[in-house]
């Protein structure tokens, strides 16, 4: 599976982006989806995280209320909504795909396929 991702950019803070992760090679109807970020000089944590049997979605505490996550099995794409953005959510934003992946949180460990990454930026 390879995934593509875009759509990152400088926002305002309060301001809304939408991130996109294309999916080839494979149906992303087989996978659990998710979005990771690594911030300068922290580690790489989940955001959120689908799992596909269920619609099951895991949220970082940081982030619930504000990031939604879907997907569209049409374009085979998925997506993360971010609104009200805030500085602490700069970072380099991933998307990620994994068999069976989400038991009860975002383990990046579990994720087998990966995105190149796409830089956000929240700053007035």
């Known amino acids: 599976v390879q995934l593509q991702a875009s759509g990152g950019g400088l926002v305002q803070p309060g301001g809304s982006l939408r991130l996109s992760c294309a999916a080839s090679g494979s149906t992303l109807n087989y996978y659990d989806i998710g979005w990771f970020r690594q911030a300068p000089g922290k580690e790489r944590e989940g955001v959120l995280c689908n799992r596909v049997a269920d619609d099951k979605v895991v949220y970082a505490d940081s982030v619930r209320g504000r990031f939604t996550i879907s997907r569209d099995s049409a374009k085979n794409t998925f997506y993360l909504q971010m609104n009200s953005l805030k500085p602490e959510d700069t970072a380099v934003y991933y998307c990620?795909?994994?068999?069976?992946?989400?038991?009860?949180?975002?383990?990046?460990?579990?994720?087998?396929?990966w995105g190149q990454g796409t830089q956000v930026t929240v700053s007035s």
């Open positions: 990620a795909v994994g068999s069976l992946a989400l038991i009860n949180r975002c383990d990046e460990a579990k994720y087998d396929y």
